[in-house]
Nanobody, 115 residues
């Protein structure tokens, strides 16, 4: 079992910034993919940012240029840096990790962007 520990989130005004962190129980580079998904009210869970094979990072069209997905290797932490936040970024954010075909999810963390 892989438990992903998430932190960060909260309430922020539009235009503001927020960081989410995810700490896995094993080295980040041991995963085939790792990143963040978002589920807005009434919507399905969708990819926000995903690092694949340790070096390629993909972003959804709605966040590209505003969000980045750096890694803190010393702390073995994956960070979702969110800037210029918009009300439509509101939702529950889930850390995700994959090893081959096995997928793991964090418990989810709420981000609310007020207009």
């Amino acid at each position: 079992q892989v438990q992903l520990v998430e932190s960060g989130g909260g309430l922020v005004q539009a235009g503001g910034s927020l960081n989410l962190t995810c700490v896995p129980p094993r080295p980040i580079f041991s995963f085939n993919a790792m990143g963040w998904y978002r589920q807005a009210p009434g919507d399905q869970r969708a990819m926000v940012a995903l690092m694949v094979a340790g070096d390629k990072t993909y972003y959804s069209d709605s966040v590209r240029g505003r969000f980045t997905l750096p890694r803190d290797v010393m702390k073995n932490t994956l960070i979702l840096q969110m800037t210029n936040l918009r009300p439509e970024d509101t939702g529950v954010y889930y850390c995700h990790a994959r090893i081959k075909t096995d997928q793991y999810w964090g418990q989810g963390i709420q981000v609310t962007v007020s207009s």
